[in-house]
Structure formats: structure tokens, C-alpha cells
């Protein structure tokens, strides 16, 4: 009886063990949310997330299938253990864009500290809002549709992001953040719905995304540094711009960002540096472009450091802006446009140490050569160069 009483000791103690070092679940739906896309389940997320955000073990946010309707939230840390969110289902913003508010956010995760978000679908249903944009009425500022801010050790895997208000996904003063197999799409002609924007960041990977947006497929902006993104489909969309930099007289710089084994198609830039053509302490110093297919983009190639949309804001000046140790390796396929690689740096800081290295980039037309054009750049040439190098 005794070692049966012992047996029976050891099994509970094993249950308990389990039990303590599983993950704390917490469902939305026992919190009140609705999975039928109309009841307003804002208060159910939040609640969960108080939950799991206390939670002194690793806890477990869950969105079971189902269509959520969900208004502007902060999901606030810093919180007592890491956190998963699991979205099995799809959580959309409401019908009247006005009703996301002025803050410029739909789902804003702030000063959180190990946080994973798996799977599922954001639908911002942007639609009314670029139609009220492009009518030119008053409207309000928009909503980013997920950002991560001021945030470290963040995770994002599997996630679909379709019709954003402005950009899909936004990394703003975060550290060590890994983005990966998400999938985000808005039309081609609604205005500012980037993919992802990044800006005060480092230590940013971006791996293996399909990203058919109206505005950049990702845009990298001041205090970015060491990012890595590869595998990525781009179009279409801007391309994947370092900027626009140097609106600002003293702003953070730009460094060691690489992109490698991408493909752009239709695309109305590839690589492309732009920066305004104003004073600026700023700098983009050691880019890394390898292994990249271009498929009829318009600009496959370009620096633009004379960037001024409206024509406005621009003192007949260069840009402040350095650019230096920027490397276009292995890149081919074909230009929309005749000049396929141009260089238009500025007149006041040349940009200096510009590497090509087996270029082959023809027109999409067989009866047009495609060219090059540089101005204030500095460097050298090696390798395969199609179109010739201008360096």
C-alpha cells in the first residue's frame, strides 16, 4: 500500500510539474468576444491581454477561428513573462474608418518585451478611407494596422495583413525584432499602404514575405540599423526604399542593411536610396543589394537624392544626406524604363565608394538599350555590366 501511495505521490507531482510549466491560455472568447464580425469585441482583447500580460508564466493570447471586429487598442507592457498570440481566425476593423480613431494606430503592441504573433488575418478594410483621400475632403490621419513600439525580442510568423489604411506593419524604436512569412496586400493605386515601415530600429530580419502594396514594399527609415531581409517578393508597389531621409537637419542615420535573393515584378522602383534635397546631418553608409531578379520595374537601380514630391520644402540645395560603401551585386532581369541604373546623388555630398558587380539588366523591350545615368558618384565596377557602368 505504501509504494502505491508513493507511486501515486510521484504521478501527482509530475501532473503538477506539467501544469506549472505549460503556457497559461487565455481565450478571447471567454472574455466576451464575439466571432461574428459585427459585435464590437475591443474590451474582450484587452481583458485577455491584462491577463496574460500578468501572468507570471508564459502565456498564450488565443483568437480561435472566427471573424473578430476589433477597434483601435494598445496592447501595453511591459508584462511579467513572454507572450503568444495565436490567431487562428480574422480580426477586422470596423466598416466606418472613423471609428479607428486619431491616434494613427489600429493595433499598437507598446513597450512589450518578448511577444510572438502567429497566424491569422488583419483586414483594416482600408477602402472607404483612401476614397475619402483621394477626394481630397477632410479626413482623419489614418491607422497603421500593427506596429510594435518601443518593444524588444519580437516575433511575427505567418501573419496576413490585407487592405491597410496606410502602412500594414510598423517596427518603431524596437530591438532584436524577427518578421517572417507574412503575407500583406493592399491595391496597387491606394495611397501610403506600405508593407512595413522601419525607423529607429536595430537588429531587424525580414525573411521569406510576399508583400503587393500601393506604396514601398518595406521602407527603412532614420536610426535603422543592422537589418537583414532576404527572400522577399516585391509588387507591386514602390519597391524597397532606404527613406526618404533628411526632412530634418539632425536626424539618426542609416546603416549596414542588406537584401539579398529577392525578386521585384512590376514593381515602380527596385533598390532604391532617396532623400530629400535639403540640409541633413544625416548618412546610409554600408547597403549590401545581392542575388535580386528584376521583372519589368521601372527604376531596378536608383539613388534619387533630389526627392521632393511636391516641390515643396526643397531650397535650391543638395541634400545633406552622405551616402557611402553601398554594393549592387548579382542583380539582373529587365528595366520598364531605358534607364535602368541611375545614380543622382548630390552635388554638395557625392556619394562615394558605389560598387557594381555583374549587372545585367535589359529593357523589357528588345528594341530599346537600356542605360545608365550618374551624377555626383563615386566607385568602381566589376564584373558582368549590363547596362554599361557610367561610375
Given amino acids: 500500500m505504501s509504494k502505491l501511495i508513493l507511486v501515486c505521490y510521484v504521478i501527482f507531482l509530475h501532473l503538477v510539474t506539467l501544469v506549472q510549466s505549460s503556457n497559461a491560455v487565455y481565450n478571447v472568447v471567454s472574455y466576451g468576444a464575439k466571432s461574428d464580425g459585427k459585435t464590437d469585441s475591443t474590451k ?3 481583458k485577455a491581454w491584462a491577463s496574460a500580460c500578468a501572468s507570471v508564466k508564459s502565456s498564450t493570447l488565443y483568437v480561435p477561428r472566427g471573424t473578430f471586429l476589433m477597434k483601435a487598442v494598445v496592447f501595453k507592457g511591459p508584462c511579467k513573462n513572454k507572450i503568444t498570440v495565436q490567431i487562428d481566425g480574422s480580426i477586422v476593423a470596423p466598416s466606418e474608418y472613423r471609428a479607428l480613431g486619431t491616434s494613427g494606430f489600429w493595433i499598437l503592441f507598446f513597450k512589450v518585451d518578448r511577444v510572438s504573433v502567429y497566424g491569422g488575418t488583419l483586414d483594416a478594410k482600408g477602402a472607404a478611407f483612401w476614397a475619402c483621400r483621394t477626394s481630397g475632403k477632410s479626413c482623419p490621419p489614418g491607422a497603421r494596422s500593427i506596429t510594435f513600439m518601443s518593444s524588444t525580442n519580437v516575433v511575427v510568423s505567418g501573419l496576413r ?75 507591386p508597389g514602390h519597391g524597397i526604399s532606404i527613406g526618404s531621409l533628411g526632412w530634418s ?11 539579398t535573393n529577392s525578386i521585384f515584378t512590376g514593381s515602380d522602383n527596385g533598390v532604391r536610396i532617396k532623400t530629400w534635397a535639403r540640409a541633413s546631418n544625416g548618412f546610409v553608409r554600408n547597403v549590401a543589394y545581392k542575388n535580386i531578379v528584376m521583372k519589368n520595374v521601372d527604376n531596378p537601380i536608383i539613388i534619387d537624392q533630389n526627392y ?5 520644402g526643397c531650397p535650391k540645395q543638395g541634400s545633406g544626406v552622405k551616402i557611402s560603401g553601398v554594393t549592387y551585386s548579382d542583380i539582373r532581369g529587365t528595366s520598364g524604363t531605358q534607364v535602368a541604373v541611375k ?5 554638395t555630398n557625392p556619394c562615394t565608394d558605389i560598387r557594381l558587380h555583374n549587372i545585367k539588366l535589359t529593357h523589357v523591350s528588345s528594341k530599346i538599350t537600356a542605360t545608365s545615368f550618374c551624377k555626383n558618384a563615386g566607385g568602381k565596377s566589376t564584373g558582368i555590366l549590363i547596362p554599361a557602368s557610367c561610375l
Avoid: W
Fill in 249 to 259: 537637419v539632425k536626424e539618426e542615420g542609416v546603416q549596414n542593411i542588406s537584401l
Fill in 343 to 347: 545614380l543622382d546623388c548630390s552635388p
Fill in 161 to 235: 495583413s490585407i487592405n491597410g489604411e496606410l502602412s500594414h506593419m510598423g517596427v518603431n524604436g524596437c530591438t532584436n525584432v524577427l518578421i517572417r512569412n507574412v503575407k500583406l496586400i493592399a491595391p496597387d493605386l491606394s495611397p501610403n499602404t506600405d508593407g512595413i515601415h522601419v525607423q529607429y530600429s536595430t537588429g531587424v530580419t525580414i525573411t521569406g514575405c510576399n508583400i503587393q502594396t500601393g506604396d514601398d514594399c518595406i521602407s527603412i527609415g532614420p536610426g535603422t540599423r543592422n537589418m537583414n531581409m532576404d527572400h522577399i517578393a516585391c509588387g
Fill in 44 to 46: 474582450a482583447f484587452l
Fill in 308 to 312: 521632393c514630391p511636391t516641390a515643396q
